[in-house]
């Protein structure tokens, strides 16, 4: 047994209030969670949970336990950071969450560059369109769409995160092609599902355009709604209806002339898209090399 990890997990575990959410932050199956729950309490030769279906509780030894594994894992953690500022080579792990689509078509495909430039650098990737926190979480760096909320960390804005509407050749050709924002009333519009809370969640059904008489607001709808962007891009490709979705996933489509975009004379919503992370942790070569690369890739001209 890994007790160093074993620790990692069993804070994680009491800071979370569950094994689900500590198997999530600690990149493991809710299985192995509790493998190492109880390995470590088989070695200490103490129960540290009272846990039931519905619930877990510190037991009075679990409550000490946790407090000392705290400071154990601060103290290692600020011994790597030492050594680590002492290297001029970037090296290390370097955790890394971003939004799904951006991370899928965008930063992954980049990664294998920062590889190749940093190649002691290990990379630990989390997609998520959730924020998950930077601190509780273990994050060196996260990037972000819509607005940041006020907070300590270091915000860098990157690109606009822009839009794009099109359809198949094939749908065009059985519906028409619609000239202007009204006619998408008469269209099959399949629209992305955006979760409760998203600053987007009150437009899903409507889509917003911005050409020479200014903002209009369509109400839009079609054969589906659909929390994934993805898979709305494959739904388009096979003619089921309009879409509009971000840039980086039809480019290619575009191109080949799979998709044909539409409203090219209307701006489409966009969202700016940060990058964030802390400041005290930008001393480590790893991080500094990293958000370097990320402004050259993606920093506002």
Known sequence: MDVFQAMTVYVRVVESGSMTAAAFQCGMSTTMVGNHLRALEERLGVRLLNRTTRRQRLTEFGAAYYQRCVEVLGLVADSERLAE????????????????????????????????????????????????DLLENGFDA???????????????????????????????????????????RHHDCLAFAYPAGDDWHSVEKQWRLSGPDGEVMVDVSGPMLMNSSAGLHQAARTGM???MVPDALVEQDLKD????????????????????????????????????????????R
């Open 85 to 132: 500022q002492n290297l001029d080579e970037p090296t290390g792990t370097l955790r890394i969450t971003a939004p799904i689509t951006f991370g899928t078509e965008r930063l992954a495909p980049a990664l294998s560059e920062f590889s190749l430039r940093c190649p002691r650098v290990k990379l630990d990737v989390v997609l998520t369109n959730g924020r998950p």
């Open 142 to 184: 996260a990037f972000r769409l819509g607005a940041i909320e006020p907070s300590n960390l270091i915000a860098r804005p990157l690109f606009e995160y822009t839009l794009t509407m099109c359809a198949s050749k094939a749908y065009l050709a059985r519906k028409g092609t619609p000239q202007k924002p009204e006619d998408l």
């Open 257 to 300: 002339e799979t998709l044909v975009p539409l409203m090219q004379d209307y701006l489409l919503p966009s969202r700016p898209m940060t990058l964030l992370y802390a400041q005290d942790r930008h001393r480590l070569p790893k991080l500094r090399a990293f958000v370097d690369f990320a402004i050259e890739m993606w920093g506002k």
């Open 241 to 243: 209806g309009i879409v």
